[in-house]
């Protein structure tokens, strides 16, 4: 690899290594074979790299909103380094969760998709930032709201659209539906409000106890951050001084009703009295991007922390709620003019000279394509068979060869044949 590529390189965080690493071998021609894996997610297939020589430029951008700090006197870093590289990669995860979600309205409204739909449109600089800073040895646990992320950690445009729509091609091979993805190191997805920090604190344990030097980081929303588990795992987690970081996604509304008449403090960064803790714009992928580098590194050596990220939902709880019941349209519309996490970014790239409109037009072309390839299969791929209704039930074979409790049908325990999405 040329000199110059290895320079930028060391500039990045070890995952964001390992990604820019695979994606400039694919632009300057490696062969297949010394690609150690296929592209992740959401990196360009045909990178803007391609399109004209790449030079790795690399810009100093300043966090245009302060951090602000509880119980800490050093926070994250302000000024911050950005490649072209990096700035396209999160410019194309931006939009592809974007449209990802807009998919999924779509399929919703068409009647492919039944049950849950939450959709993070609004959010996605949480997502893209948070997952821009983890390496290899860290994990991730969320809520409900998680198509993006899911699509971050592993799972493709056609596992999460056809998760949704039940197709065997969905990365749950379409068991699990809109709050139960998987990918690795993400451990989903989970519909019970604020199980999993719980969950969370559980594999931060696990890893202390394996020495993995990894940090877990267990997303939360600002309805689930009254529930008492999260003030237990606080306590368990800074007693036992676990890595682990509790993110919570202040989007300003839980289900039906607005943080301030929720939360007698709705300064979540300090709700853990004695955890330290972080307010960071969550509209600002760079902003997340730093506190989440900035946590891990605490995380492993002083033991937990909490993350407040200021985000903001565009839709409504769920499918079912039109969102327009306890906010006005009006501030909806305000928020999607002066902070929208996409336009905010796409702004920075072209203000700094990272990236050129025609870059920009390149990348949104590549995520459009994607996502039409996605819905696609969503569409028409296959639903699992029936005989596949009682498949890993366990993972490893269980005593009894019938399933029980199934009426009219004779399944047996077995293990779904894995389509890799
Ligand atoms: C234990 C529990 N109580 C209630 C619910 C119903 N419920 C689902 S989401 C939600 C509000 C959560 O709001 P927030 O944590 O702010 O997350 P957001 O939806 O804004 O992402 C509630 C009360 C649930 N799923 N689990
Ligand atoms: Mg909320």
Known sequence: MP????????????????????????????TAAKLPRPLA????????????????????????????LHKLELGPDTLVALTALEAALYLRQLLAIRRLEAASAQ????????????????????????CAALRKEDNLVAGYRIHGLAYLMGATAVGVLSELAGKSTGCAQGKGGSMHMYAP???????????????GA?????????????????????????????????????????????????????????????????????????????????????????AARFAIQYAQQRG???????????????????????????????????????????????????????????IDQNVHDEMEKAIQAARHDAELPLSHLGSDVYSHSCTEDKLRGVFGHNLEHSKAVCVKN
């Not at 964001?16 to 490696?30: A, D, E, K, T």
């Not at 739909?117 to 893209?128: K, P």
Request: proline fraction near 3%; charge should be positive.
């Open 202 to 290: 559980g594999i931060a344990l696990a890893n202390k106890y394996r020495e993995t030097g990894g940090v877990c980081f267990a997303l939360y929303g600002d309805g689930a951050a009254n529930q008492g588990q999260i003030f237990e795992c606080f306590n368990m987690a800074q007693l036992w001084k676990l890595p682990m970081v509790f993110v919570c996604e202040n989007n300003n509304y839980g289900m039906g009703t607005s943080a301030w008449r929720a939360s007698s403090n709705t300064d979540y960064y300090t709700r853990g009295d004695f955890l330290p803790g972080v307010w960071v714009d969550g509209q600002d992928v760079l902003a997340v991007r730093s």
């Open 3 to 30: 000199g110059m590529y290895r320079d930028a390189l060391k500039l990045l965080s070890a995952h964001m290594r390992q990604q820019v690493s695979r994606m400039l071998q694919r632009c300057i021609g490696c």
């Open 185 to 199: 190191n993400f451990y989903g997805g989970n519909g019970i409000v604020g199980a999993q920090v719980s969950l």
């Open 107 to 130: 399929l919703y409204k068409e009647r492919l998709v039944r049950g849950f739909c939450h959709l993070s449109t609004g959010q996605e600089a949480c997502a893209v930032g948070l």
């Open 41 to 68: 997610p959401g990196q360009p297939e045909t990178s803007i790299a391609e399109q004209k020589p790449v030079v790795q430029e690399v810009r100093l951008v300043r966090i245009a909103m302060d951090f602000k």
């Open 304 to 362: 937990p922390l909490i993350m407040e990220l200021c985000t903001y939902r565009y839709a409504g709880h769920s499918m079912s709620d039109p969102g327009t019941s306890y906010r006005s349209r009006e501030e909806v519309q305000l928020v999607r003019q002066r902070q929208d996490p996409i336009s905010r970014f796409r702004k920075v790239c072209l203000d700094i000279s990272i990236l050129s409109e025609q870059q920009l037009r390149i």
